[in-house]
Nanobody, 121 residues
Framework: QVQLVESGGGLVQAGGSLRLSCAAS????????MGWFRQAPGKERAFVAT????????YYADSVKGRFTISRDNAKNTVYLQMNSLKPEDTAVYYC??????????????WGQGTQVTVSS
């Protein structure tokens, strides 16, 4: 079992930055790829980014490529999502997940409770 707790969400103006963190506890964090997903009101939960357990390989949704960066610190059992040049359409609840590196929600076994990100225009 892996427990995941996100933090770092909040309200920011368009063009601003936020860094989300996801702290893991329980089973060995470094065994898992980590992903970030987001869910806007009335929409399905969508893939944002994923990072291999080594931290070497990453993959991003086209909508965030070049603006968001996913990283991890296995010594701290934490994964990060640095979000720059934020847009109002980035407004959503952001979730971290642990599992297999993938764009599919079903490939992740564990999920955090989510953190709200609101970008004002």
């Amino acid at each position: 079992q892996v427990q995941l707790v996100e933090s770092g969400g909040g309200l920011v103006q368009a063009g601003g930055s936020l860094r989300l963190s996801c702290a893991a506890s329980g089973r060995t964090f470094s065994n898992y790829a980590m992903g970030w997903f987001r869910q806007a009101p009335g929409k399905e939960r969508a893939f944002v980014a994923t990072i291999h357990w080594t931290g070497v390989n990453t993959y991003y949704a086209d909508s965030v490529k070049g603006r968001f960066t996913i990283s991890r610190d296995n010594a701290k059992n934490t994964v990060y999502l640095q979000m720059n040049s934020l847009k109002p359409e980035d407004t959503a609840v952001y979730y971290c997940a642990a599992g297999t590196a993938s764009v599919r929600r079903d490939d992740y076994d564990y999920w955090g409770q989510g953190t709200q990100v609101t970008v004002s225009s």
